[in-house]
């Protein structure tokens, strides 16, 4: 665990216990898998788990529900059992459960979840849920179909911002290790050589990348992997790793997307300016 800059803005900071330090339940987008991730390890003193925090919150405020006077484990099997997915002791003695459907329902063979059970390729998203998280005032093609609707560059800003995540961080959880932090060395802009010469950077000059939410100054990389036009921010650094102490995420947005809002990854365009 370390202190991150958010946790630095609070007034009071709660240790928490690690994943290794309580009992807890998994499930994930990449599988159809329920696993449980048993407590290894007693946490430090004064660390408590989310559900210690929560049952305690509870009994100060005075609110009663049953859920306020399980153990985490009660929680787990109660949760199994309510939702048809046998119980505790069967989840330790396998390991997981195979939640993946059927065949004849996985590949939609007797049809959809529709009331005509028919695949829609124009659904009425103002009329499913959630609402009042897109834009508004967008509407998307009626049909299935390009919708150029990204940042596209222009004369002004002609580079295009992609920010993934860096090999050895993927998270902001592994920025802290000192081997991780010593393999990214970093933070830096790749460009393509022809963009280099174009902009008269060489390799390890500052540079400066902006757009209308902001501006950041950035060491120049020089590769041959990135595309013309193209420029990779590998993320993500924290604040503090950069000049001046703001991240990339300054040039980054936070707009809302059709149809029901989320963000729109790597959709960012920039402008480049050798640092003076």
């Not at 919708?147 to 596209?152: A, F, G, L, M, T």
Request: net charge negative.
């Amino acid at each position: 665990q370390f202190m991150t800059e958010t946790a630095q803005m609070a007034d009071i900071v709660l240790p928490a216990t690690m994943f290794l330090e309580h009992n807890d339940l998994y499930q994930s987008g990449g599988h159809q898998h329920i696993t449980l991730g048993p407590k290894i390890i007693n946490p430090p003193e004064e660390c408590r788990s989310n559900h210690e925090v929560i049952c305690a919150l509870a009994k100060r405020l005075g609110v009663d529900h049953a859920g306020f006077d399980m153990t985490s484990r009660e929680i787990i099997d109660r949760t199994l059992q309510d939702s048809g997915w046998g119980n505790l002791e069967n989840l330790e003695e396998k390991h997981w459960i195979d939640c993946q459907p059927e065949f004849q329902d996985s590949h939609y063979l007797d049809g959809f979840a529709h009331t005509d059970g028919r695949f829609h390729f124009s659904p009425d998203w103002k009329a499913l849920p959630p609402q009042g998280f897109g834009p508004a005032g967008v509407s998307m093609p009626v049909l299935p179909d390009h919708w150029n609707v990204i940042e596209e560059a222009n004369s002004e800003m002609p580079y295009r911002l992609v920010t993934a995540p860096a090999r050895h961080y993927l998270n902001s959880t592994f920025t802290e290790t000192p081997t991780s932090s010593r393999r990214q060395k970093r933070p830096s802009a790749m460009l393509h050589p022809d963009d280099a010469r174009h902009l008269k950077i060489t390799d390890g000059d500052t540079i400066r990348l902006g757009n209308l939410r902001g501006e950041i100054p950035i060491a120049a990389e020089v590769v041959e992997t990135a595309q013309r036009g193209v420029v990779i921010v590998e993320s993500i650094w924290p604040n503090r790793a950069f000049t001046g102490g703001k991240g990339i995420n300054v040039l980054t947005g936070a707009d809302p997307v059709a149809p029901v809002g989320g963000a729109a990854f790597h959709d960012t365009r920039i402008w480049i300016r050798p640092e003076l």
